[in-house]
């Protein structure tokens, strides 16, 4: 699980989009990893309209068989959970991570 979470700590280092739910390195959840919304033109948008554009990116996740039950906690801010568990590869962690790209892009423009 620690390297899954070094993985989505790459990522995430790399992404102008996402940032980690928890704003203390030292608190991260390696199991579960919970990404918020942090690209300024989201932050823009109302706090509905960031939870809509989150449940389009976790849809389009679904329907290409990505990456399913990804949304973020009913009561957390627009973003996504990854399980990170010991029952997942790293390989597959890291195969998520472009696809995480690919549907902000795409969801941002619909």
Known sequence: SETN???VEDFV???DWC???CN???NLSSTSIC???VHPDVLALTMDDQAA???RMVGMLAEEGVAYDIGAYRSAPAGLRVWGG???DFEDMAAL???LDWAFQHALKQ
Request: aromatic letters at 8%.
């Open 5 to 7: 979470l070094g993985v």
């Open 13 to 15: 280092a790399g992404s």
């Open 19 to 21: 940032g980690f739910l």
């Open 24 to 26: 203390n390195a030292a």
């Open 35 to 37: 990404l918020k919304l």
């Open 53 to 55: 554009l989150a449940k």
């Open 86 to 88: 010991p029952t997942v």
């Open 97 to 99: 991570m472009p696809w």
